[in-house]
């Protein structure tokens, strides 16, 4: 069992999530600083893995962030952004992300958040293990990273990626497959190539950032 001593994040806040399976639900998002596939500063993108991220996932400055000495802290926080009441509380669901929140999820962590009443679910790159107990695992594959994790309820793969077929996926043990259209670059030429290839190939299906529409975080 792998124990985080000191969570670091980013930000946590309460908002609808904005994409995938779950868009449009509400939920408190909790996003892990740091990752292994890039390290978050502009002079590294070139020699990163994962070139075209647009996350800010340096420090632990943002909204309801900071460093967290233990699992009960960090539960603390997030559970204190769900709005307050017994039906809501039966409702509760927090999105770990990141960064790559699996660089510090933990079993003790997932363990506390179901206690608080959370659903847990995590958006990874895939390239770690999963801590037992996440209830939702999403999956969202980068060109030039090895995945270890190829089962779970949703593959959210960002579309196009140079060498990339998203049909080398389809074998793998996923309930959902999405392909969300890569938002740097050409936004309007790869969502017209994302909706192409779902119409060509009805496995998948779009995602759409509607945070990102709407304006909200």
Request: aromatic share 8%; hydrophobic share 35%.
């Amino acid at each position: 069992m792998r124990i985080v001593l000191t969570y670091r994040v980013k930000e946590i806040i309460y908002t609808l999530q904005g994409e995938g399976f779950h868009s449009g639900r509400p939920a408190v998002l909790c996003r892990f600083a740091g990752c292994n596939l890039w390290t978050g500063r502009e002079q590294d993108r070139a020699t990163a893995i994962c070139r075209f991220c647009d996350t800010d996932i340096l420090g632990t400055d943002g909204s309801g962030g900071g460093q967290f000495q233990s699992v009960e802290d960090l539960v603390a926080s997030i559970s204190s952004k769900w709005p307050p009441g017994r039906q809501q509380r039966e409702r509760r669901f927090v999105v770990c992300t990141g960064g790559e929140p699996l660089l510090q999820l933990d079993e003790p962590l997932v363990e506390g958040l179901h206690k608080a009443g959370f659903r847990v679910a995590v958006e990874t790159n895939g390239t770690l293990a999963v801590p037992n107990g996440v209830d939702w695992v999403c999956v969202s594959p980068k060109a030039g990273a090895d995945l270890v994790v190829r089962s779970g309820q949703e593959l959210k793969l960002v579309f196009p990626q140079e060498s990339v077929d998203p049909g080398i996926f389809e074998s793998f043990s996923f309930e959902n497959f999405y392909l969300q259209p890569m938002a740097q670059g050409n936004l309007e030429r790869n969502t017209r190539l994302a909706i192409g290839y779902c119409l060509r190939h009805p496995r998948w299906k779009l995602s759409v950032q509607i945070h990102k529409i709407l304006g909200i975080q």
